[in-house]
């Protein structure tokens, strides 16, 4: 049985390259290397309950099917003829095909948004503000000594992020973390479960208390090797895995981000506690910060979609910087999608914007909050919308869908998700990175190709080119129409 | 009916990752996602079993998800709903001119569900937020 060696993972913005894949006569039968999310993917993506097999239109309130060239005109009418259409999603599909819809979205004097507006979108706009000292994660997996993950549960988003590039990997001048946590477990969890310690701990069921509050582990300053501190309002299992867990009250991380920098900055606190963090654990957190040799501070949507949004990325960026006077510190989002961090360049490259940029003036313009996915949703200003590789009816605010799925509505998505079932035409596409080739960006800003490991079910065609059909279509559309205005 | 003032925050959770993998239409990302994580204590003082239906509100909208005991407690007053459209029935929609909504800190209310209530498949679901099928 054939084997396919190092292919990319097409889910999470770990977008690990390692995965290998048996194929057997055209199906993918087992999956080494990847994390459960990986392996159901890659197992079950191709199940015909779940997946758009045929062009469908909706008739009479119903889907039925039709033919690509129905479907493809349909589209192509649909965008043409509105004022101010909306295409969003983008984040779960290769780079060309981004680029053929940010084509598209000039071509009709629309608003192309990809999922980083509801997501890192808070980040970019501080980053645009404060700047970033980042790195690839390669430099991390090898150097850092302190990991930090701030509102961020690796174990449950990125589930391979702290085996493959923190942590829990071996790297060339810092060793893994993991014989360490095995062994405090060991400590906890008494002799009957001891051979299955390293096993359990993988476990989603699995819970021993972290190490928090009052008992701060004096060797944490002391210890020279790599070390994890999980903050966050919420016990994670991430927290768990780590060597000390900070719990920040809701919605305060933006007072604990400062009250960090002031003491950075050797200036006192005149408090007690800090976000329910007392300030003497703080001072300790804050001296292993000075104290290593290249640290590494990941945020996820915790600091994000919390109450301050980009404020606490403005702190956070901050703190970054303020720690550089004492020592070597990079911050890194960590993006969720496979290509969100894709969808960011190819906008950047084409219009100059990362993300919600509108073309309806004729030239391109960016402003979130104003031209933003949700924004625009929830003010009902656009009057049709094309939805790629993402599922917005279940993961936008219940306004901002309804304002969606009241106006004529496609979707290009390979599999029927609740957007899907909600459109006025599905156009069925392939799983890109399993059964067609592409282009994507790791969190880090790394390209990697994806890869065609088994041939698409038959009348599939790629993002890209249903993408070009409808753009060839709408010029065709538009030709017509000036030559009858003429 | 006994009512608690809580606050909802929401994200990814490793099985609504895998269900969702397993498809959007699947029963594996239903059980995954319609669910709603609650401290042990505050699901006793409502007298709510784990795996009964709760009521979770808040100034944006209501909806019923199964009550799931947390095992990384003690989280008084927070409770938490995996990302997917139950959670959205709920979450507030301001985005404070950033683009993002707010999905964390929610202000929410919790109480048991009455026995008509239910908690309702994803059909079902949208076809009462959006009247398609
Ligand atoms: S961690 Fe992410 S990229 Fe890696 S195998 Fe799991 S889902 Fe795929």
């Given at each position: 049985?054939?084997?396919?060696?190092?292919?990319?993972?097409?889910?999470?913005?770990?977008?690990?390259?390692?995965?290998?894949?048996?194929?057997?006569?055209?199906?993918?039968?087992?999956?080494?290397?990847?994390?459960?999310?990986?392996?159901?993917?890659?197992?079950?993506?191709?199940?015909?309950?779940?997946?758009?097999?045929?062009?469908?239109?909706?008739?009479?309130?119903?889907?039925?099917?039709?033919?690509?060239?129905?479907?493809?005109?349909?589209?192509?009418?649909?965008?043409?003829?509105?004022?101010?259409?909306?295409?969003?999603?983008?984040?779960?599909?290769?780079?060309?095909?981004?680029?053929?819809?940010?084509?598209?979205?000039?071509?009709?004097?629309?608003?192309?948004?990809?999922?980083?507006?509801?997501?890192?979108?808070?980040?970019?706009?501080?980053?645009?503000?404060?700047?970033?000292?980042?790195?690839?994660?390669?430099?991390?997996?090898?150097?850092?000594?302190?990991?930090?993950?701030?509102?961020?549960?690796?174990?449950?988003?990125?589930?391979?992020?702290?085996?493959?590039?923190?942590?829990?990997?071996?790297?060339?001048?810092?060793?893994?973390?993991?014989?360490?946590?095995?062994?405090?477990?060991?400590?906890?969890?008494?002799?009957?479960?001891?051979?299955?310690?390293?096993?359990?701990?993988?476990?989603?069921?699995?819970?021993?208390?972290?190490?928090?509050?009052?008992?701060?582990?004096?060797?944490?300053?002391?210890?020279?090797?790599?070390?994890?501190?999980?903050?966050?309002?919420?016990?994670?299992?991430?927290?768990?895995?780590?060597?000390?867990?900070?719990?920040?009250?809701?919605?305060?991380?933006?007072?604990?981000?400062?009250?960090?920098?002031?003491?950075?900055?050797?200036?006192?606190?005149?408090?007690?506690?800090?976000?329910g963090v007392p300030v003497g654990v703080l001072?300790?957190?804050?001296?292993?910060?000075?104290?290593?040799?290249?640290?590494?501070?990941?945020?996820?949507?915790?600091?994000?979609?919390?109450?301050?949004?980009?404020?606490?990325?403005?702190?956070?960026?901050?703190?970054?910087?303020?720690?550089?006077?004492?020592?070597?510190?990079?911050?890194?989002?960590?993006?969720?999608?496979?290509?969100?961090?894709?969808?960011?360049?190819?906008?950047?490259?084409?219009?100059?914007?990362?993300?919600?940029?509108?073309?309806?003036?004729?030239?391109?313009?960016?402003?979130?909050?104003?031209?933003?996915?949700?924004?625009?949703?929830?003010?009902?200003?656009?009057?049709?919308?094309?939805?790629?590789?993402?599922?917005?009816?279940?993961?936008?605010?219940?306004?901002?869908?309804?304002?969606?799925?009241?106006?004529?509505?496609?979707?290009?998505?390979?599999?029927?998700?609740?957007?899907?079932?909600?459109?006025?035409?599905?156009?069925?596409?392939?799983?890109?990175?399993?059964?067609?080739?592409?282009?994507?960006?790791?969190?880090?800003?790394?390209?990697?190709?994806?890869?065609?490991?088994?041939?698409?079910?038959?009348?599939?065609?790629?993002?890209?080119?249903?993408?070009?059909?409808?753009?060839?279509?709408?010029?065709?559309?538009?030709?017509?129409?000036?030559?009858?205005?003429? | 009916?006994?009512?608690?003032?809580?606050?909802?925050?929401?994200?990814?959770?490793?099985?609504?990752?895998?269900?969702?993998?397993?498809?959007?239409?699947?029963?594996?990302?239903?059980?995954?996602?319609?669910?709603?994580?609650?401290?042990?204590?505050?699901?006793?003082?409502?007298?709510?079993?784990?795996?009964?239906?709760?009521?979770?509100?808040?100034?944006?909208?209501?909806?019923?998800?199964?009550?799931?005991?947390?095992i990384r407690g003690p989280h008084p007053g927070?409770?938490?709903?995996?990302?997917?459209?139950?959670?959205?029935?709920?979450?507030?929609?301001?985005?404070?001119?950033?683009?993002?909504?707010?999905?964390?800190?929610?202000?929410?209310?919790?109480?048991?569900?009455?026995?008509?209530?239910?908690?309702?498949?994803?059909?079902?679901?949208?076809?009462?937020?959006?009247?398609?099928?």
């Amino acid at each position: 049985m054939p084997i396919v060696k190092n292919v990319t993972c097409p889910i999470c913005g770990t977008f690990c390259d390692d995965i290998e894949l048996t194929v057997k006569k055209n199906k993918v039968v087992d999956v080494k290397n990847a994390c459960a999310m990986g392996e159901a993917k890659f197992l079950n993506y191709s199940d015909p309950h779940h997946r758009n097999l045929n062009p469908l239109i909706r008739r009479n309130g119903t889907l039925v099917e039709t033919s690509w060239t129905e479907a493809i005109k349909k589209s192509a009418k649909i965008l043409a003829e509105a004022s101010y259409p909306l295409l969003y999603g983008w984040s779960s599909t290769c780079c060309e095909a981004i680029s053929a819809g940010i084509e598209l979205a000039e071509e009709i004097g629309g608003v192309i948004d990809n999922t980083s507006s509801v997501c890192h979108g808070p980040s970019i706009l501080s980053i645009q503000d404060v700047g970033i000292s980042t790195c690839t994660l390669g430099q991390i997996r090898h150097r850092a000594d302190l990991i930090i993950y701030w509102g961020s549960d690796p174990y449950s988003a990125h589930p391979r992020h702290l085996e493959r590039y923190t942590a829990f990997t071996e790297g060339r001048f810092q060793p893994s973390e993991w014989k360490r946590y095995v062994s405090r477990l060991r400590g906890v969890i008494g002799k009957k479960k001891l051979e299955r310690a390293s096993q359990l701990a993988l476990m989603e069921e699995f819970s021993v208390p972290p190490i928090t509050g009052n008992q701060f582990p004096p060797t944490l300053e002391t210890e020279k090797e790599r070390k994890l501190i999980v903050i966050d309002a919420r016990r994670t299992h991430s927290a768990e895995f780590a060597d000390y867990f900070v719990q920040v009250e809701p919605n305060k991380d933006y007072e604990l981000l400062q009250a960090m920098r002031m003491l950075v900055k050797n200036e006192e606190l005149e408090v007690e506690k800090v976000a329910g963090v007392p300030v003497g654990v703080l001072e300790k957190i804050v001296d292993v910060m000075i104290g290593c040799k290249f640290g590494v501070l990941f945020f996820g949507v915790g600091l994000t979609m919390s109450s301050g949004k980009l404020r606490n990325i403005d702190a956070a960026l901050a703190l970054t910087r303020d720690l550089n006077f004492a020592t070597k510190f990079v911050i890194m989002p960590m993006r969720g999608h496979f290509n969100v961090t894709g969808a960011n360049m190819v906008s950047i490259w084409q219009t100059g914007y990362p993300f919600s940029v509108d073309f309806s003036q004729g030239f391109p313009f960016y402003n979130p909050g104003e031209t933003s996915a949700v924004d625009i949703l929830s003010r009902d200003e656009s009057d049709a919308a094309l939805v790629i590789a993402s599922d917005p009816v279940a993961n936008f605010p219940r306004v901002a869908a309804q304002n969606l799925v009241k106006n004529p509505l496609i979707v290009i998505d390979p599999e029927k998700s609740a957007t899907a079932l909600m459109a006025d035409v599905v156009l069925p596409s392939t799983f890109v990175g399993i059964e067609a080739e592409g282009i994507a960006y790791r969190m880090d800003g790394v390209p990697l190709p994806l890869k065609r490991v088994v041939k698409p079910p038959k009348g599939l065609l790629s993002d890209e080119e249903i993408l070009r059909r409808i753009l060839r279509e709408v010029r065709k559309l538009k030709r017509s129409q000036r030559r009858s205005n003429a | 009916m006994q009512k608690m003032k809580v606050t909802l925050l929401s994200g990814r959770t490793i099985n609504q990752g895998t269900g969702k993998e397993h498809g959007k239409t699947s029963q594996e990302y239903y059980e995954s996602v319609a669910i709603c994580e609650v401290d042990t204590n505050d699901l006793d003082a409502l007298g709510i079993k784990d795996g009964a239906n709760i009521k979770v509100s808040t100034e944006f909208g209501s909806i019923i998800v199964k009550a799931k005991e947390s095992i990384r407690g003690p989280h008084p007053g927070i409770i938490y709903m995996p990302y997917g459209p139950w959670i959205n029935a709920v979450a507030n929609p301001t985005t404070h001119s950033t683009g993002m909504p707010s999905f964390k800190g929610i202000h929410a209310e919790i109480e048991p569900a009455t026995s008509a209530e239910r908690v309702l498949p994803l059909h079902e679901l949208l076809k009462q937020a959006f009247g398609k099928e």
